[in-house]
């Protein structure tokens, strides 16, 4: 086990984020940045700049007009919006280095996409504030697995064979068949990129989403999302079998199956247009 962690980690520890991404986190780390301070970190780094403000300017915020400028999105959305959407697209330049043969790239951003915009569509559904970092923890919600088919992949690919033939949960089956599951293992990349604690907990936790102790409520709204996804790009059932979600978590948020799949199609017309913002298709193919 202890030789198969280190294999794993290792993987973790060799995958940086950007260093445009990294200049802008110290920023705002610093209790006396300004938000030009953070404009300019953008503004260092063309291919930052030109992601984020095509990120803005998509569907995915449905502004009226157009924004040009790094310091009007940093004023118009605020500084956590552009450092999760920064975020965003440097965890999918990141990624993009490490593609696994393994595993098919554009099916897990897809799945990977479609999970943050169910997230986030949840958020809005219970009016939560900053709706958009649900975004970003549904959109990271399948990190472990990009370690795991680099690390280990016939018994990553063995692992989701079991858990489709078994009906079992995905994590109980890795546990049973690797020794250890994707979520806490795309937790403990996201602690060495040192990201915000809310995102570790809901990536740990959402498969069994009754561990959550500090973000509950995030994390049931991942769990739901994750199981959303994994039905639209599976073509599975939602609310069946592995795809029924915990009752703690429809129980947490206060929405009926039905309602959790109605808000899945609602924004299955937006997931092209996001997804090449985050992830071009000629990439992830």
Known sequence: MSTLWEKVTKNCKLISLPQAYLQLKAVIDDPEYQLEDVADAIRNDPALTTRVLKLVNSPYFGLSSRIDTVFRAVTLLGTQQIHDLALATSVAEALSKRSSPDLDMHLFWRRSVYCGLCAQALAQRLGVMDSERLFVSGLLFDLGHMILYQSVPEL??????????????????????????????????????????????????????????????????????????????????????????????LEKIGLSLETCAAIGDEIEPELDAILYNIYPLDKAS
């Open 156 to 249: 990553a690919h063995q692992a989701l064979l079991q858990s489709q033939e078994s009906q079992w949960s995905l994590v109980e089956t890795e546990r049973e068949v690797i020794g250890l599951d994707y979520a806490h293992v795309g937790a403990t990349l996201m602690r060495h990129w040192r990201l915000p604690e809310c995102l570790i907990e809901t990536n740990e936790c959402h498969p069994e989403p009754i561990r959550a102790w500090k973000y509950p409520l995030e994390t049931a709204m991942v769990h739901i999302a994750s199981l959303l996804a994994t039905a639209y790009t599976d073509n599975g059932q939602f609310g069946s079998g592995a795809l029924q979600p915990h009752p703690a978590a």
